[in-house]
């Protein structure tokens, strides 16, 4: 056991997660649990805790540590939870879904992405655990509807979220970061009896998610 490292996850907990208002303890217990430097390059192991979005190679990043535990808490998953994650990367929050949720189905539209997520996930239940190689918002997404609908990259336009939230379960809900820089916002959708309800979570940054539309321009 590298106890740096687990120092280090130690304190990520209680420097970056904590005091940034993540006070769910089922999540605290998950990142606590998961080895994030087991999904990062090995170029940035000793990097694995920092407050950072560690690059995966080919313009692909991990989500910053504290943006990953809002968004867990922001989905209250359940242990019956189906989830459906949008960019698997190296699968260090479909980890986290899983341990929270039940049945995981995790789409990621990089070939080798997929291939080193199913290496740094191991063995799993396929009937908890499914990784397809599979563009998340080309539409119908099989083994809906969802109660948990997690994006890892940002939405440059709001658009996308139409079609995500049409495979949300009732009281289903959905996390995003939506916008381009400077200005994006971590949007949490839930789907409600009257409709789905969108909520601005706080700011934040993400690099943003590969095929994602663009928003319309204005042209003089």
């Known amino acids: 056991m590298d106890t740096s490292l687990e120092t280090a996850r130690f304190n990520m907990i209680q420097q970056q997660i904590r005091p940034w208002g993540v006070t769910d303890e089922r999540v605290l217990a998950t990142l606590a649990a998961i080895p994030r430097e087991h999904f990062v390059p090995d170029a940035y192991r000793g990097l694995a805790y920092a407050d950072i979005e560690v690059p995966l190679g080919q313009g692909h990043f991990m989500l910053a540590p504290k943006v990953v535990a809002h968004l867990l808490q922001a989905l209250s998953i359940g242990p019956a939870d189906r989830i459906l994650e949008i960019g698997t990367g ?49 539409g119908h997404i099989d083994g809906g509807p969802f109660d948990v609908i997690a994006v890892t990259g940002s939405l440059p336009d709001a658009s996308a979220l139409g079609g995500l939230e049409a495979q ?19 949007t949490l959708v839930t789907h409600g009896p009257e409709g789905f309800n969108r909520k601005t979570l706080f700011e934040t940054a993400a690099p943003p998610l590969a095929k994602a539309p663009e928003p319309e321009r204005f042209v003089f």
């Open 90 to 138: 190296s699968g260090y929050v479909t980890a986290c879904l899983k341990d929270l949720g039940g049945a995981v189905i995790s789409l990621e539209i990089d070939p080798e992405l997929a291939d080193l997520a199913k290496e740094n996930l191991g063995d799993s239940d396929p009937r908890r655990l499914e990784i397809r190689v599979a563009d998340g918002l080309a």
């Open 168 to 186: 949300l379960a009732l009281h289903g809900r959905l996390f995003a970061i939506v916008g381009e820089e400077p200005a994006m916002a971590a």
